[in-house]
């Protein structure tokens, strides 16, 4: 089945400056890579995502990038503030069952 | 719209009890999915349902946990003879009927504490 690694684990980085989180899956087959932002006792929210026929897409200070042949995918923040500090996870999907990598905790530091 | 809907938020039983978690998903999702989290853990992925119809439950026990998502009603997981070790956060989420690749919407969670 499909398997998505995510690092690092945890990661701290200086309010304004840039973060980036990375993910690798193994499923050839998956489509769709959504992120999502999980704060504090609040359930996991969708941030962006990408989709397979896409290299790379952004959204304001967010931006996702996908290299298929290699099965890596990325999260870029960019001028971080302190409310982007919250746990993200990465997911792949095929046939809508989305598996989740384990999480990065993402410290903004003042 | 009221988003997914789960209940209880929180739930506490005795060792030994059942606990029901259920679901209610978004107005027109019938793709339903289960997901623990454990304190300071990811989301493992339990269960894939759609009406009536459980797809993939490769992430659930083989033993106590069982799950439905009946035509009329929310889906439930359900826990049999609960352990300390099933303390955990359940979220459950949902997506949109017949279309692949489109964003799950998440439920608050049920925190499940085991006494």
């Known amino acids: 089945g499909e398997n998505v690694e995510q690092h690092p684990s945890t990661l701290s980085v200086q309010e304004g400056d840039s973060a980036v989180i990375k993910c690798t899956y193994s499923?050839?087959?998956?489509?769709?890579f959504p992120w999502y932002k999980q704060e504090l006792g609040k359930r996991p929210q969708l941030i962006i995502d990408i989709r397979s026929n896409v290299g790379e897409k952004k959204d304001q200070r967010i931006a996702v990038t996908l290299n298929k042949t290699a099965k890596h995918f990325s999260l870029h923040i960019t001028e971080t503030q302190p409310e982007d500090s919250a746990v993200y996870f990465c997911a792949a999907s095929r046939r809508d069952k989305i598996i989740f990598g384990k999480g990065t905790r993402l410290h903004i530091l003042p | 719209n009221a988003g997914v809907m789960q209940n209880p938020r929180h739930l506490v039983r005795r060792r030994g009890q059942e606990a029901r978690l259920r679901c209610s998903p978004m107005?027109?999702?019938?793709?339903v999915y289960w997901y623990r989290q454990l304190p300071e853990e990811g989301l493992k992925f339990m269960v894939y349902?759609?009406?009536?119809?459980?797809?993939?439950e490769s992430g659930m026990p083989k033993e106590r946990f069982s799950a439905e998502f009946p035509k009329e009603g929310p889906s439930i997981l359900r826990i049999q003879q609960v352990v300390r070790g099933d303390s955990a956060a359940y979220f459950c989420?949902?997506?949109?009927?017949?279309?692949?690749?489109?964003?799950?919407?998440f439920g608050q969670g049920t925190r499940l504490t085991v006494v």
């Open positions: 107005k027109g999702h019938s793709h």
């Open positions: 499923d050839s087959a998956s489509n769709y």
């Open positions: 349902l759609q009406k009536e119809n459980i797809i993939d």
């Open positions: 989420a949902s997506s949109l009927k017949g279309q692949e690749n489109t964003e799950a919407f």
